[in-house]
């Protein structure tokens, strides 16, 4: 940051607040204030997850709640289905507001490759955002932005360049592309943003790579298609080169709040600069920043522990960091903030059905966290919220007696399809014989090194047929630890194995970030097709209660951990 700015913001009245700003999964950014509302808006990417896109609200920068899903309906993009790359989907949207009007725009990188634009006036619905209007994108991370005169514009990333079109919002054409600035010479230019302020075009870019190497780098023009003179200090936001442990700063986008003050929003990784050990991904964090009058912007470089100018602190009812207990109470909802992965089937899920009150009865999938390598997107029976704590107990009771040999449903801890470990009861075969057992699976490695091995152990004596609650726990930074016990005497925790939290970082999830969830599967094998199939199917139904997670520390630096709430 510069001198300037530096003094400008010793000099303010500033408070200090914590990074990661959103934690957890929420990868690419972008923000807006809506002075009307007084409120900050903030959306991330979703990749392959449903619902998507999640709108988080806040007064004060500090206490977030999810205001919507733009992406809830299953019809909004019905290629999610079909999507096979774990990294697929919906990448990296731009959050605007106009006119009483909010705008996302996002590519959508399915069997076929589309821009999406998606619009609302009301953020805190579901149902009131739109059907997306279809346009034929460059590649990836677009940008929509408004010209003086009203022409609409998009700026996105394709082959290494960044691209720059006009975009008719009621037909989805777009006219003639035009190549922008391409960055400072680091690899992958993307993540465009275009601003204008004080007689200048600014764009801002993400370089480098979605790694270590990665930065935020700017450059401005008199006219919007260049000729772009380079920020004299670039780049504008980055922690490559340093040994600070939140890595990987960029694809930002920058914003103001109602006082006139200027903050960036960027993804980060807590992971120091080994990048060995991040289970979370890519998060969202926060830096104020000056933006003088023709003047090019400086910003505070990332740290766990900030000062800025927040605005006043203000109480939120359904703040997103708070404990949580789900019941399924009748007549409820799945509640909204938790995840699919790729579009449900929609009747393996019944929240308090017939005799089970306050129970989410989950219906096997063929497969469970993992997929079938020769029918990729099959529907998976899983639900699953996001890893938002460094230090965390996640647990959940469960009735399940499983008839079908190999039937299994628990808990998981799920990167990806190709990632995850999974504690489930199953109905497994030992000696030629079902018996019913706890098991601990490994599915991939990820980024550790060394051996692996699950755990299969019969349940003890005086368990079967009894509710169990399955329990995952994140004491440390290193490992989860899985345990179970009858839930009438949940204290007494039976401990079943430990697992490194490198399997859950990198690998085959770069882009995403942990996810605990319940599951339920047959273990690879079909449904029985037996004139009795229809019972046998009901005695694999699996009934989940009393979901809880809790953080218990978020750490923010190498050696510091701060409380949760």
């Not at 002075?35 to 990749?47: G, I, L």
């Not at 004080?198 to 401005?220: K, P, S, V």
Request: charged share 15%.
């Amino acid at each position: 940051m510069s001198a300037l700015a530096s003094t400008a913001l010793a000099s303010a009245g500033l408070t200090t607040y914590h990074n990661p700003l959103l934690p957890g999964w929420h990868s690419d950014p972008s923000c807006v204030y809506v002075a009307e509302r007084e409120t900050f808006f903030c959306v991330t990417s979703t990749f392959i997850a449903f619902p998507g896109l999640p709108l988080y609200a806040s007064k004060d920068l500090q206490n977030w709640e999810l205001a919507s899903n733009i992406f809830n309906r299953a019809n909004q993009i019905p290629g999610l289905a079909d999507t096979e790359g774990q990294q697929g989907g919906i990448y990296a949207p731009t959050l605007r507001y106009r006119n009483g009007v909010f705008y996302l725009i996002v590519s959508n990188l399915g069997p076929q490759l589309n821009g999406l634009v998606f619009t609302s006036t009301d953020p805190y619905s579901d149902e009131a955002w739109s059907d997306p209007l279809v346009f034929p994108v460059y590649g990836i991370d677009p940008d929509i932005f408004w010209d003086d005169d009203g022409t609409v514009y998009v700026s996105s990333a394709d082959n290494n360049m960044i691209h720059h079109y006009s975009l008719n919002l009621s037909t989805g054409e777009i006219g003639p592309v035009t190549y922008l600035w391409n960055g400072t010479g680091g690899a992958y230019p993307e993540g465009p943003h275009l601003y204008k302020k004080d007689g200048y075009y600014y764009l801002l870019i993400a370089e480098g790579g979605t790694e270590t190497r990665h930065a935020a780098t700017m450059a401005r023009s008199k006219s919007r298609t260049g000729p772009w003179e380079p920020c004299p200090h670039n780049p504008v936001l980055t922690n490559r080169n340093t040994t600070e442990y939140f890595q990987t700063v960029g694809h930002a986008d920058f914003f103001q709040d109602g006082e006139g003050n200027w903050w960036a929003v960027a993804l980060s990784t807590r992971s120091g600069p080994a990048w060995e050990n991040y289970p979370m991904g890519r998060e969202t964090v926060l830096v104020p920043g000056m933006w003088e009058e023709a003047e090019w912007p400086a910003f505070s470089p990332v740290r766990g522990v900030m000062r800025g100018p927040l605005p006043k602190k203000h109480f939120v009812q359904n703040a997103i960091n708070k404990p949580e207990h789900l019941t399924f109470a009748p007549g409820s909802d799945i509640p909204k903030h938790l995840m699919y992965w790729r579009l449900p089937d929609e009747s393996s899920y019944a929240v308090s059905p017939r005799g089970h009150p306050n129970t989410l009865r989950l219906t096997p999938s063929t497969f469970g966290p993992s997929y079938n390598a020769s029918s990729v997107t099959d529907p998976i029976t899983f639900l699953a919220r996001r890893q938002t704590d460094t230090l965390f107990s996640f647990s959940i009771d469960l009735e399940f007696n499983p008839q079908s040999v190999h039937a299994e449903a628990g808990i998981s801890v799920f990167l990806t399809q190709e990632q995850h470990i999974d504690l489930s009861i199953v109905n497994a075969v030992t000696n030629s014989k079902a018996t019913h057992a706890l098991q601990l699976k490994v599915t991939g490695r990820g980024n550790y090194i060394g051996p692996l091995s699950n755990v299969t152990t019969e349940i003890p004596r005086g368990w079967t047929g009894k509710q169990i609650t399955l329990t995952v726990e994140s004491l440390n930074d290193e490992e989860y630890q899985f345990s179970a016990s009858l839930s009438s005497r949940a204290a007494r925790k039976e401990h079943i194995g430990s697992v490194s939290s490198r399997v859950v970082s990198g690998g085959t999830g770069p882009f995403t970030g942990t996810l605990l969830g319940v599951y339920a599967s047959r273990g690879g094998h079909a449904p029985a097709t037996t004139p009795s199939s229809a019972a046998t199917k009901e005695s694999d139904f699996a009934y989940f209660s009393n979901w809880r997670y809790k953080g218990l520390g978020q750490k923010i630096d190498h050696d510091l951990i701060v409380p949760s709430f």
